[in-house]
C-alpha cells in the first residue's frame, strides 16, 4: 500500500507563497488519482485541488482558483501544490491524499503539514 509523506508548510504572512510536497513510496504512484485536502480548526476536511492519475485532469475548489496550482512528478513520485497569493482563511492542516482504485475515494493519508497565517 502506498505511504505519503507532505513537507512543506510553515507560517507565511498574508499575500506570500508555499509550496508543499507529498513524497509517495510504491511503483504504480503514476496511475493514482492524487489530491490535496486540508482541515481548519473546528472543520471538516476539503478537498482543495485533486489531479487524476491516467490523464492528469485537475480540479481546483472555488475558493483556492488561481492561486493554488496542483502538479505531479511521477518520475520522482511526488505530489505538490504550489500557494500563492495565501490568505487567513487558508490556514488550516493540509493532507495529501491516495486514491488507489480509481473509484473517487480517497482512502490513504499522509500525516498532514500546518499552514499558518502569521500576519
Known amino acids: 500500500q502506498v505511504q505519503l509523506v507532505e513537507s512543506g508548510g510553515g507560517l507565511v504572512q498574508a499575500g506570500g507563497s508555499l509550496r508543499l510536497s507529498c513524497a509517495a513510496s510504491g511503483r504504480t504512484f503514476s496511475g493514482y488519482n492524487m489530491g490535496w485536502f486540508r482541515q481548519a480548526p473546528g472543520k471538516g476536511r476539503d478537498r482543495v485541488a485533486t489531479i487524476s492519475g491516467t490523464y492528469g485532469y485537475i480540479y481546483y475548489a472555488h475558493s483556492v482558483k488561481g492561486r493554488f496550482t496542483i502538479s505531479r512528478d511521477n518520475a520522482k513520485n511526488t505530489l505538490y501544490l504550489q500557494m500563492n497569493s495565501l490568505k487567513a482563511e487558508d490556514t488550516a492542516v493540509y493532507y495529501c491524499?491516495?486514491?488507489?482504485?480509481?473509484?473517487?475515494?480517497?482512502?490513504?493519508w499522509g500525516q498532514g503539514t500546518q499552514v499558518t497565517d502569521s500576519s
Open positions: 491524499g491516495a486514491d488507489s482504485s480509481g473509484s473517487g475515494a480517497y482512502g490513504t
